[in-house]
């Protein structure tokens, strides 16, 4: 199993700029991919970043340029840089692992909350 903890949320204005951290623990060695999810009251759980073990990323179009997802392999933390943050940005965000059999996300974090208020 892998174990997945957030840290970094927070409430900021509109403008300012926040860095989630994520730390694995336990089976990290059956990891692939790490991402970023995000969830607002009231919709679906919306994918926003990922990156491959070599450092492959992909964003969704609505942070483009805004945010920026890394990853430190040998620590197994990924981190989502957020900048410029917009209100349209606040939900709870999830971090997530790929499994490196199945290629799903297979392991959850249990979110941290990100408000940003206009």
């Known amino acids: 199993q892998v174990q997945l903890v957030e840290s970094g949320g927070g409430s900021v204005q509109a403008g300012d700029s926040l860095r989630l951290s994520c730390a694995a623990s336990?089976?990290?060695?059956?990891?692939?991919?790490m991402g970023w999810f995000r969830q607002a009251p009231g919709t679906e759980r919306e994918f926003v970043a990922t990156?491959?073990?070599?450092?492959?990323?992909v964003y969704v179009a609505s942070v483009k340029g805004r945010f920026a997802i890394s990853r430190d392999n040998a620590k197994n933390t990924v981190y989502l840089q957020m900048n410029s943050l917009k209100p349209e940005d606040t939900a709870v965000y999830f971090c997530?692992?790929?499994?490196?059999?199945?290629?799903?996300?297979?392991?959850w974090g249990q979110g941290t909350q990100v408000t940003v208020s206009s």
């Open positions: 997530a692992a790929q499994s490196a059999v199945s290629s799903r996300y297979t392991f």
């Open positions: 336990g089976r990290t060695s059956s990891m692939a991919g």
């Open positions: 990156i491959s073990r070599s450092g492959v990323t």
